[in-house]
């Protein structure tokens, strides 16, 4: 009797359904690989749940840098830059569409499965952001089927792969997030524990009424926390504060009922 072949298996998940389908099938051919293609962030995790579920679960996904792009909007985002997003859900709503959000969330909910970008265009700021979600790999829509092979094998055996001309874009933007988490931990430190719980409610969405009845503090008392919570981190709105707070890794806080709280 020959050895069985170990099979590698990948999930495409590509919204360009004639994509999707004829690198499934390109991918398909290969004695040892078997694959699946979903449309969306949604299906691919109904992929991933299902496959768990039988016992057969996925080794490789290879996701679309631009999952969940709308509609007629590639084209834009390719002169100006901007990029329209269906934005990342809530606890409890659908589940994400972005595709370094789909990276982030696979990452975090299945950790054996190996993600791998796939792009049309090389952008250092999207490879570093996809590295940091938790991504093996960046490898361009045109490369060979061969060398797309190597990528899959490679990261399986736990390697990185990116294009070698996006190396350095990648270091300057992974060094600069690195710089930028570390002023913002510095400014975060600089809050009193008060504000700082203050500030764990405003990443959590709370408004100023809400934070008051949480903390059992009076409204008057928490905008002058907020205010002092702006003024030393250098911001001027919430939304500044909350994305300088989770550069610096601070979390919501629990919005499970309150236990006991902190004294004024």
Known sequence: ???????????????????????????????????????????????????AAEGRGYDVM???A??????????LAGVRGDRAVVPAPRSGEAAPVDGISLVAGVRSGRPSVRTVVLAEKDDPRRAALAL?????????????????????????????HLPPALLTGVLRELTA?????????????SLTPREREVLRCMVAGLGRKAVAERLYLSPHTVRTHMQNVLGKLGVHSTLAAVALARRAGVGPVDLEPAGQALGG
Do not use: Y
Not at 16 to 25: D, P
Not at 133 to 144: E, L, R, T
Not at 177 to 189: D, G, N, Y
């Open 66 to 75: 631009e999952l969940g792009v709308l509609a007629g909007a590639r084209n």
């Open 132 to 160: 940091q979600a938790g991504a093996s790999g960046w490898v361009a829509k045109d490369c060979s089927l061969q060398r797309l092979l190597t990528v899959i094998r490679g990261v399986l055996r736990d390697e990185t």
């Open 177 to 189: 997030a690195r710089k930028h988490r570390t002023e913002s931990e510095q400014l975060v430190e």
């Open 62 to 64: 290879l996701v679309d």
């Open 1 to 51: 009797m020959g050895v069985p072949v170990v099979r590698i298996r990948v999930l495409v998940v590509d919204d360009h359904r004639i994509f999707a389908e004829s690198l499934a099938a390109a991918l398909a051919a290969e004695p040892d690989v078997e694959v699946a293609a979903a449309g969306s962030g949604p299906a691919a995790l109904r992929c991933l749940e299902r496959a």
